[in-house]
C-alpha cells in the first residue's frame, strides 16, 4: 500500500497545469520578425530540430517540479505484517493407510481417496493453528511435524499412498505417534483427529492404552470411524482376470473408538460417505476453536529519494538545454 505523510503539499500540482498555460498564452502574444525582400525564398524549409523542441526546456521544469512536489509530500510504501501473540491449538491427524482404506463404497473414489480430500478442505480452513499429519498400517510414522505451513502439509497429504502390503492396522501405534508430535507442545489445546476405517490388529500398544497416554497427557481425541454399514467392494488383481471386486463386511470398531474418544473428552463419530465425513471435519472445526490475540502493524518505507534525484536531473538538463539554440530563434 502506498500512502503520503504529508499529502497536502500536493495541493501545490494545482500549479503545474497553470503555469503550463501561462507558458503557452506568453508563447502566443510574443512577436518578433525578421524582414525578408521575398517570402519564397523560404518555401519548402521545414522547420529544424531546435525550433520543434524550443519548448522541451520549459516542459522539463515543470516535470522536475512535479517530481518535487510528490517528493516533499513523502510517498511511503507499507508492507502489512501480523505477530500472534498467543498460540492457538496443535492438532495432529492420524490417518490410516492401510490396505483395506482402498474399499470403494465412497465411489467414485476409495476410502483413502476421500479422506485425503476431505483432510484437505479441514487443513484450509484453520488459520494460527500448527497441524501436524501421521499416517499408520501396522505401524506409525510422522508425515509432517508441527507446522503452519499449511501448503506444504497439504502437499504431503495429496502424496500420501496405500500401504503397500496388509500389514494390518496399528491404531494405538498411530495415536502414540501423533502423541509423541504434541508432547512438548505448549499450546492451550492439543487435538488429535483420527481417521481409521478397521479394527485394531497389530503394534505393540492397544488403542485403550493409548487413549490413556492421552488423557495423562491431556490430549484430546476425535474418532471417526469411515466405512459404509454393511458389505464394501473391494478391488484384487487376478492375476487371470484382471481387477476385479470383492465383498467384504466393513470392521469399524465403533465400542473402542467410541472408548478412546470419550475418555479423552474427544467425540467419536461415524462416517458412511464422502458427504458426511467432510460434516464430521467441519464441526470438529467449529468444536475445536480457541482465541488467538494477533497484533496487526504496518511497516512503512520512505520512496522520497526515488524521485528527489530523478527530480534534480530533469531540473539539471533544463537548465543546460536553456543555454542551447533551443532558447532562440535559429
Not at 501473540?85 to 483395506?100: E, F, K, Q, Y
Not at 488429535?192 to 485403550?208: A, F, H, K, M, Y
Not at 526515488?306 to 530563434?329: D, E, K, N
Amino acid at each position: 500500500m502506498i500512502r503520503f505523510s504529508t499529502p497536502w503539499i500536493l495541493a501545490g500540482l494545482a500549479l503545474i497545469p497553470a503555469l503550463a498555460l501561462w507558458h503557452w498564452r506568453a508563447h502566443r502574444r510574443a512577436k518578433s520578425a525578421v524582414c525578408f525582400p521575398d517570402l519564397a525564398l523560404l518555401e519548402g524549409i521545414r522547420p529544424s530540430l531546435a525550433t520543434r523542441l524550443r519548448n522541451a526546456p520549459f516542459a522539463l521544469k515543470l516535470l522536475g517540479l512535479t517530481l518535487l512536489l510528490v517528493a516533499l509530500a513523502r510517498p511511503q510504501s507499507g508492507s502489512s505484517h501480523e505477530e500472534v501473540l498467543t498460540r492457538g491449538i496443535d492438532i495432529v491427524l492420524a490417518l490410516d493407510n492401510s490396505t483395506s482404506m482402498a474399499a470403494e463404497d465412497f465411489k467414485p473414489k476409495n476410502r483413502l481417496a476421500v479422506a485425503k480430500e476431505s483432510v484437505r478442505q479441514f487443513i484450509e480452513g484453520r488459520k494460527n493453528d500448527r497441524i501436524g499429519l501421521v499416517v499408520f498400517a501396522g505401524r506409525g510414522y510422522t508425515r509432517c511435524p508441527l507446522t503452519l505451513d499449511y501448503q506444504v502439509l497439504s502437499e504431503l497429504v495429496d502424496k500420501t499412498e496405500m500401504a503397500t502390503q496388509d500389514e494390518g492396522t496399528a491404531i494405538g501405534m498411530g495415536l502414540v505417534t501423533a502423541l509423541n508430535r504434541l508432547r512438548d507442545s505448549d499450546a492451550v489445546s492439543r487435538v488429535i483427529v483420527l481417521l481409521t476405517d478397521g479394527r485394531s490388529n497389530r503394534g505393540e500398544i492397544d488403542p485403550t492404552t493409548a487413549a490413556e497416554l492421552a488423557r495423562t497427557l491431556d490430549v484430546k481425541v476425535h474418532a471417526i470411524g469411515i466405512g459404509t454399514r454393511g458389505e464394501a467392494p473391494y478391488p484384487i488383481q487376478d492375476p487371470f482376470l484382471g481387477k476385479r471386486y470383492v465383498y467384504l463386511k466393513a470392521d469399524v470398531d465403533d465400542e473402542t473408538l467410541t472408548r478412546v474418544a470419550e475418555s479423552t473428552g474427544g467425540k467419536y463419530f461415524r462416517a458412511t460417505d464422502p458427504d458426511s465425513l467432510s460434516g464430521i471435519l467441519r464441526q470438529i472445526d467449529t468444536m475445536e476453536t480457541t482465541e488467538v490475540k494477533v497484533r496487526h502493524y504496518v511497516r512503512y518505507a520512505e520512496l522520497f529519494p526515488w524521485l528527489v534525484t530523478p527530480a534534480f536531473g530533469v531540473m539539471l538538463l533544463a537548465g543546460l538545454l536553456s543555454g542551447t539554440r533551443l532558447m532562440r530563434i535559429p
